[in-house]
């Protein structure tokens, strides 16, 4: 029981904290329908980021911020690349992608010293000083806190994505997804909409990977790899599995969706599967959501709006 | 208003397929025109409002709208002040947003698209209002996602959408091809009303030799990069609907078609 409870909490902190990514990839491939790969580059610029400058005595909380405006800066670059010199989405990514590999490792040799990994034990992070250190670290015996700064963060940034996508900019983001020529003849260049949503989506990336560094408290190259499979399979998962319950907002059904595809793992590795296999089991369930959503027609718009003509 | 001077338009250029459809085309457009443009496939009518629009670019030639020259003017910044409705009901509108939030995001055509809300309350009524002279209902379903609309309600809503905030010229694209005889006959009734209640310059394509005779004051038939035919109102009411389609088959034989 007590193990079963365990391998609970740290599900659920682990598709919470990843869940931040899965709302930046939902921005990107499902309202703006751009498939981004630079979220595996910009995630562990986030992550590495915030480590260098918390092994410097940055307050952790000013880290997020930072971490989500270099990732928006990141997400500027591959909307230019897309718009202004008319690179195919996935080109622009891998572009991306290949750039942070190079500057994630400047960062990591010019900020330790010369050593391939940030390490910050024992500074101070967002769950173990102010707000964090609020929070009891454990409750009836089970180390709940990392959970529980998760899920505020989470809730935070859901609520102001939803606020977001409500306002003017918002529901131009979510047109420019849906029908390109809409906002044309609304007067609005729509490349600029689609650099914007890019940014918030690498934004996310990066905030997602200061949140998993810090609860680590190690940064390095290797977080970023697999992390768009995963995200997509988040969004995917969530938006399929979901998507029959009407009241539900599309952003709570991806955080869902990184919590339940975190849980498929999870019972995969209590079941006995040797860690190595990871990555292809993320990629065996990313294949079957593709394959089920599919069926659900969640990506069928495509067909039906954005390439009618 | 608008005048398209000495325009010449080649597609695939330095190809086998290299074809001139344009060569020295003028054409021009008054304020309060109401001009129906006809035509067969490949004449050039679409190309035309392409052109107007800035959706193409002209390989020489220039486009002149209310004497200011707007050639190099990129599309999204033309269709501040050109209004226009497309042959696909799907184009004009937002299939994802219902159609309150469609009508919202075009009411603030000309202002910023900042963080603040997108609806106001104050001009749901007004959007309702603009919606009952379609008589279809729609100001009773505004909520309602508009890819479940009909292809001729969604249509009826993207020539709202279109004219609803201060446009100087209103580009109709074959708006009523893809509707049954039903639909477009009543979207052709309701277009003609806004059209003359907001006096707005207007220049439609049509495949519909019976509206290009019935709506607007001139008609112009193109062929092959020319206007063959190019009649004002009251040479239109003496020209019926038979000597029009006579032209027409005439030419039509020519090419082929």
Known sequence: ?309 | MLQLNNIVKIFNKGTVDENVLFNDFSFNVNKGDFISVIGSNGSGKTTLLNLACGTMQPDSGSVIFEGKDITKVSEYKRAKFIGRVLQDPRMGTCGSLSILENMALSDNKNKAYDLSPVINKKRVDHYKTLLEQCGMGLENRMGVKVGSLSGGQRQALALIIATMTDIKMLILDEHTAALDPKSSETLMQITDKIVKEKQLTTLMVTHNLRFAVEYGNRMVMMHSGNAVMNLSEEEKKQTGIDDILDKFNEISIEVGN
Request: charged share 10%; glycine share 12%.
């Open chain 1, 1 to 309: 029981m007590n193990v079963i409870l365990n391998i609970l909490i740290v599900t659920l902190e682990e598709g919470l904290m990843y869940a931040l990514m899965a709302l930046g990839v939902y921005i990107t491939y499902s309202i703006l329908d751009f498939p981004d790969l630079s979220v595996d580059g910009t995630f562990p610029l986030g992550a590495i980021l915030s480590g260098i400058l918390i092994m410097k005595g940055v307050n952790p909380w000013l880290c997020l911020l930072i971490a989500f405006a270099v990732g928006m800066l990141a997400g500027t670059v591959t909307g230019l690349l897309h718009v202004k010199l008319k690179i195919r989405p996935l080109l622009c990514g891998i572009l991306i992608y290949t750039c942070c590999l190079s500057i994630n490792l400047v960062m990591l040799l010019k900020g330790t010293g010369g050593k391939a990994i940030a390490t910050f034990f024992n500074k101070d992070t967002i769950f173990n000083s102010s707000l964090g250190a609020l929070i009891p670290e454990s409750i009836g015996g089970y180390y709940l806190r990392t959970t529980i700064v998760s899920l505020i963060l989470v809730i935070v940034c859901k609520i102001l994505l939803d606020l977001y996508l409500k306002t003017k900019s918002g529901l131009l983001l979510r047109a420019t997804g849906d029908n390109e020529k809409f906002v044309t003849m609304l007067g609005q260049d729509n490349g600029v909409s689609k650099i914007l949503g890019l940014a918030i989506g690498n934004g996310f990336a990066a905030l997602a990977g200061s949140v998993v560094a810090q609860s680590k408290g190690s940064a390095d190259q290797q977080m970023g790899v697999g992390m768009v499979v995963l995200a997509l399979a988040s969004v995917i998962i969530g938006l399929s599995v979901f998507k029959k319950v009407s009241f539900m907002k599309a952003t709570t059904m991806v955080i869902l969706g990184s919590i339940l595809y975190k849980g498929c793992l999870s019972i995969a590795l209590a079941l006995g599967l040797p860690t190595e296999y990871l990555k292809l089991l993320m990629a065996l369930i990313f294949t079957a959501a593709l394959v089920f959503s599919n069926g659900l027609g969640i990506k069928g718009r495509r067909t039906s709006d954005a390439s009618a003509k």
